[in-house]
């Protein structure tokens, strides 16, 4: 018990010994702590960032159009029963889907010059093809979408009434194109194929048409990684037949680049933080050797041990680290979500495992930084102190 009793005596005496000469220099102490918290919450906020990149840069690069597109197999078209196992199949744990657009395409005549039409839920393809330009307004019922390409050789304009024929098998029991008015409600400028085509809700080209004919191609925007678009590929093929899918291999590319480039760059500014933290730690824990160098020659002059004055310095840097650690990996979870709103302008989840990560962390690069500080303050010779040299 008397064992027992000295060593807790000697641990609140160790205790007391460290937080009082932490005390005593108060404006070092100060700068170590910023230092350090300022490496937490840097370190805390880019672990953050890094773990939900894929689904925030999933969702922004979504803004470039679909990254999966199904067609017919072995077959003219794609049953539109098909479109929720389709769904499913994509959505099934394996990604964030954004949004989907089946298409279905005829040729109909404007002014007897034939143009392209695309019928689709323009609901959809405003949220899978987010980058379109319409000068004007997207189109309700009875009213069309033109591209710009159409609109300059056609001569059309917004709010410009057209007649869409199409004859091609006609409605049954009618020896004459089938004709419907139309309302050009705006135009479309991507700079791509789009500009060629006349896209309206698919109910109105069905209804020009007069039949309710399958889907020619649908498109998925699916936030996801590489090896997660491979599976949805797998599942789809394997769960609804006569239909292939195939991601769009250059916006897959594309984004296996940009997220590599990001992990990079934010491995590459942790560590360099963290080297920062270390350099300026070690610079405050030297300046206090110098600082107490006659207090060391008198101590070990008096008989302490090396481990003695080690394990001081030693405990101060730790406790430093302790506390900017705790600090910073508080502040750092607030950094992450500032940044993420400003630049994603979405929230991520607030993991608090990372505040703990980060005093560890904090511990750990203070006391490789007191290395050199201790090493000093161990070498010192109580005979050349005391003499003033």
Same mark, same amino acid.
């Given at each position: 018990?008397?064992?027992?009793?000295?060593?807790?005596?000697?641990?609140?005496?160790?205790?007391?010994?460290?937080?009082?000469?932490?005390?005593?220099?108060?404006?070092?102490?100060? &700068?170590?702590?910023?230092?350090?918290?300022?490496?937490?919450?840097?370190? =805390?906020?880019? &672990?953050? &960032?890094?773990? $939900?990149?894929?689904?925030?840069?999933?969702?922004?690069?979504?803004?470039?159009?679909?990254?999966?597109?199904?067609?017919? $197999?072995?077959?003219?078209?794609?049953?539109?029963?098909?479109?929720? @196992?389709?769904?499913?199949?994509?959505?099934?744990?394996?990604?964030? /889907?954004?949004?989907?657009?089946?298409?279905?395409?005829?040729?109909?005549?404007?002014?007897?010059?034939?143009?392209?039409?695309?019928?689709?839920?323009?609901?959809?393809?405003? *949220?899978?093809?987010?980058?379109?330009?319409?000068?004007?307004?997207?189109?309700?019922?009875?009213?069309?979408?033109?591209?710009?390409?159409?609109?300059?050789?056609?001569?059309?304009?917004?709010?410009?009434?057209? =007649?869409? !024929?199409?004859?091609?098998?006609?409605?049954?029991?009618?020896? %004459?194109?089938?004709?419907?008015?139309?309302?050009? %409600?705006?135009?479309?400028?991507?700079?791509?194929?789009? $500009?060629? /085509?006349?896209?309206?809700?698919? !109910?109105?080209?069905?209804?020009?048409?007069?039949?309710?004919?399958?889907?020619?191609?649908?498109?998925?925007?699916?936030? =996801?990684?590489?090896?997660?678009? %491979?599976?949805?590929?797998?599942?789809?093929?394997?769960? =609804?037949?006569?239909?292939?899918?195939?991601?769009?291999?250059?916006?897959?590319?594309?984004?296996?680049?940009?997220?590599?480039?990001? %992990?990079?760059?934010?491995? /590459?500014?942790?560590?360099?933080?963290?080297?920062?933290?270390?350099?300026?730690? @070690?610079?405050?824990?030297?300046?206090?050797?110098?600082?107490?160098?006659?207090?060391?020659?008198?101590?070990?002059?008096?008989?302490?041990?090396?481990?003695?004055?080690?394990?001081?310095? /030693?405990?101060?840097?730790?406790?430093?680290?302790?506390?900017?650690?705790? !600090?910073?990996?508080?502040?750092?979870?607030?950094?992450?979500?500032?940044?993420?709103?400003?630049?994603?302008?979405?929230?991520?989840?607030?993991?608090?495992?990372?505040?703990?990560? !980060?005093?560890? @962390?904090?511990?750990?690069?203070?006391?490789?930084?007191?290395?050199?500080?201790?090493?000093?303050?161990?070498?010192?010779?109580? *005979?050349?102190?005391?003499?003033?040299?």
């Amino acid at each position: 018990m008397a064992v027992e009793n000295s060593g807790a005596s000697r641990r609140r005496m160790y205790v007391r010994m460290v937080l009082r000469s932490l005390s005593r220099r108060r404006s070092r102490v100060v &700068i170590a702590l910023l230092a350090i918290a300022i490496g937490a919450t840097t370190l =805390t906020g880019l &672990i953050s &960032i890094y773990t $939900d990149i894929p689904r925030l840069m999933g969702r922004e690069l979504r803004s470039y159009g679909a990254n999966l597109v199904v067609i017919p $197999d072995g077959k003219p078209v794609i049953d539109a029963n098909v479109l929720p @196992a389709l769904d499913a199949a994509v959505g099934d744990g394996d990604g964030d /889907l954004v949004g989907r657009a089946a298409y279905r395409y005829e040729t109909v005549t404007i002014n007897s010059q034939p143009v392209s039409a695309a019928g689709t839920d323009l609901d959809d393809v405003r *949220a899978v093809r987010p980058y379109w330009q319409v000068s004007g307004a997207w189109p309700q019922a009875g009213e069309i979408l033109v591209g710009r390409d159409v609109a300059d050789q056609l001569g059309l304009a917004t709010g410009e009434s057209v =007649t869409l !024929a199409w004859s091609a098998g006609k409605k049954q029991g009618s020896d %004459s194109d089938s004709t419907d008015e139309f309302t050009v %409600s705006g135009v479309l400028d991507t700079g791509g194929s789009e $500009d060629a /085509l006349v896209i309206l809700e698919r !109910a109105g080209l069905e209804g020009l048409t007069g039949e309710v004919r399958a889907i020619d191609v649908v498109e998925y925007s699916v936030a =996801t990684s590489a090896d997660q678009m %491979s599976a949805i590929v797998t599942r789809i093929t394997e769960s =609804t037949p006569g239909v292939a899918a195939s991601p769009v291999k250059r916006l897959a590319r594309s984004e296996t680049t940009v997220l590599a480039t990001l %992990s990079s760059l934010l491995l /590459l500014v942790t560590v360099i933080v963290l080297a920062l933290t270390m350099i300026t730690v @070690a610079t405050t824990m030297m300046a206090v050797v110098a600082e107490r160098r006659a207090e060391i020659g008198l101590r070990k002059a008096l008989g302490a041990e090396n481990r003695s004055i080690i394990g001081e310095f /030693l405990g101060e840097g730790m406790a430093l680290g302790a506390l900017g650690g705790l !600090a910073g990996g508080i502040a750092g979870l607030g950094f992450a979500q500032v940044v993420s709103l400003n630049v994603f302008s979405r929230g991520i989840a607030t993991d608090w495992t990372l505040v703990p990560i !980060a005093v560890l @962390a904090s511990v750990a690069v203070t006391a490789v930084a007191c290395i050199v500080p201790v090493r000093r303050a161990a070498y010192i010779e109580p *005979a050349i102190v005391l003499r003033g040299e």
